[in-house]
């Protein structure tokens, strides 16, 4: 079977400034994938440009077998996304806002109730559907996202940093969400918390400076450094390589 | 194919959006307070001693001027400030159906306050017998005037994520069209180049509108705004695509 993501020679340049450098791979249901990277590394354009929001300079990405770009309702009816900072309209309710969501999916009626109440149930929203989205904190706004990104129980979910803003009881909610998904699923989400990787991921892609600098499973990744541990790995692997540095 | 009922989806959220802020209450409240002020003193309404809305609605397009860039400021602005156009746009939906139905949401707002001026409408039928088809004409003429104005401001709004600015790149636009027949204008541009003057009259909003409110529907007027709009309009998708990710 064909992955259900593919990306291939993906480059995405502001100027003279290279965000994303030829940037290749796939992901086959049933994988997680980390995308690690430290801030400013492409790893948000590279989510931004799967999802079809920003427009590669070159190259492609195809969800479920649909172009980004020349099938891009397609793509993203396949799609569930969590952008960077989960933004939601301010003045609307937790339910209203996952109505839109689900209207705009295609949703109505009872169906629309049932996904709705159903995206809800498994972000633990339950207690707060009639607050509006502003006067929730950090982390329920995070899991509102997420919400709206499972509404359509899509095939492939790219989340960008979905347990940023969490306490430690969340995060763990929000990682045995991920982990009961995953069999079904197509799943990658950025990251930079190193434990994260280990706690769900199946695979981890190292980006630094729009390149991809390793592309392995996290026991793989972890055994590269003599310490073992993916911390020591990533700052090898990421960390610039200055005069002050030294 | 474009989808009215994902077109209707963001009409929807767009028009509740309006009456969970503030934002539609102080509109019609001064739309309302402006247009009588203006029409009963400023108008000699009751001094005319004339059976018609004529001193209404020689006002109505300046004070369209005024403040549809205020309905139309927050429309893409605000999605770009809030980080919430990335969430819209990968959602399965076309630009064109988010254009239409933020463009639609904003008309049917104004048609709202319009009809509200009713109290008007009766004032001039107990007082008088007007001709209320003529009047009609003149609605359906403020109708278009509005939809002309929001159309520009929706695409001005597009252009940058500062309100603002959004508000005065309207008005000036939108100014320069509702001017443009204007002797002073006309007289001033034609000593340069004639061809130009009769180009200013023809592009003009003024007198077209005047001939609704004399109860004169033209076929050409009609073409002119519906044109008007649509071009607008397409000018906003253009623009929403070029920038959405800036």
Redesign the interface.
Known sequence: MSALIEIAGLTKRFGAFTAVDNVSFDVARGEVLGFLGPNGAGKSTTM?ML?????PTSGTARICGHDVRSHS??A??E?G?L???A??????SVL?FLQ??G????F?GRELRERVDHAVALTTLGGVRLQPVETLSKGFKRRV?LA?ALLHDPAVLVLDEPTDGLDPNQKHGVRELIRQMAPSKAIVISTHILEEVDAVCTRAIVIANGRIVADATPAELAKRHPSGKLDDVFRAMTAPKTAEAA | MFSI??MM??T??EL??YF??PVAAVFIVIFLALQGVLTFNLGNFFARDQADLAPFFSFIPWVFLLLVPAITMRLWAEERR???I??L??????QSEAVAGKFLAAWAFCAVALALTFPFWITVNVLGTPDNAVIACGYLGALLVAGAFLSVGAAMSAVTKNQVIAFVLALAVCFIFAVASYPLVTDFIARSSPDLATLARRISMNDRFLSFTRGEIELRDVIYFFSFIGFWLFLNSVIVEHR??D
């Open positions: 931004k999802a079809g929001f920003v427009t309702v397609q993203r009816r799609l996304y952008p960077e900072g933004p939601t309209y301010p003045e609307m209203g839109f969501c209207r705009l999916r295609g109505s996202g709206q | 009922r994902s989806a963001v929807r959220r509740n959006s969970a802020t809030l980080g919430t990335e969430l746009l990968t959602l399965p939906l076309r959405k990710a």
